[in-house]
Structure formats: C-alpha cells, structure tokens
C-alpha cells in the first residue's frame, strides 16, 4: 500500500508559477505511475498529467498542455507538478494518485483508474 502527500500549494498571483511535489512512503514507488487531478468545490476532480513508472512517458490535459509540466525522481519517492502562466481558473484543490501500471506509457487516465489518492493540496490564483 502507497501512501501519499501533496505539497507546494499555496496564493500566487496571475502569471505566477508553482511546483507542487506529491511524496510517496509504503509501497515499491517505481511500480506505480502517478497522477495530478485538481478539484473546485461542486465539480469533479479533473484530471491533470500522468507519468509512467520511469519516467519516460507523460500525458498532460489539454486545458494545461504547454504551462503545466510532470516528473519524477524515483530515487526520492516524488513527483513533482510544474505550474507556471497560472490563472484563476487554476485555482482548484491539487491530488495527486498512483496507479500500480507495469506499461511504460500513459494517457488520459479517468478518477477510478487510480488506486491510492493523497490528501491534497490548495492552489489559489489571485487576479
């Protein structure tokens, strides 16, 4: 069993940046690929980026492909989601989840998919 922890977010105005870390303890890490979701109170959580157990593949929505970027060091357990040109509609609480996924790719991965989830992290984007 994987346990994980979001960290990073915080208040950061228009055009700002931020990297969010999602740190895992428990588990064997490298067999799990990792997912960043954000969620606004009455929506559903929405899906973000992924990346494979590696490393090597990445996936990340369209709402947020060219300002949002996903890695990980394995060596450290960690994921990491960096955010820059970020907006108000950012604003959202972050989750990250991990995926026990043998296949060295990922794509566009829906909430049931994920096994374990963190606690998650808030992200506000003053205007």
């Known amino acids: 069993q994987v346990q994980l922890e979001e960290s990073g977010g915080g208040l950061v105005p228009a055009g700002g940046s931020l990297r969010l870390s999602c740190a895992a303890s428990?588990?064997?890490?490298?067999?799990?690929?990792i997912g960043w979701f954000r969620q606004v109170p009455g929506k559903e959580r929405e899906f973000v980026a992924a990346?494979?157990?590696?490393?090597?593949?990445?996936y990340v929505a369209g709402p947020v492909r060219g300002r949002f970027t996903i890695a990980r060091d394995n060596a450290e357990n960690t994921v990491f989601l960096q955010m820059s040109s970020l907006n108000p509609e950012d604003s959202a609480v972050y989750y990250c989840?991990?995926?026990?996924?043998?296949?060295?790719?990922?794509?566009?991965?829906?909430?049931?998919?994920?096994?374990?989830w963190g606690q998650g992290t808030q992200v506000t984007v003053s205007s």
């Open positions: 990346i494979s157990w590696s490393g090597a593949s990445t």
């Open positions: 989840g991990a995926r026990a996924w043998d296949e060295d790719r990922v794509s566009w991965w829906g909430v049931p998919e994920f096994n374990y």
């Open positions: 428990g588990g064997s890490f490298s067999r799990y690929a």
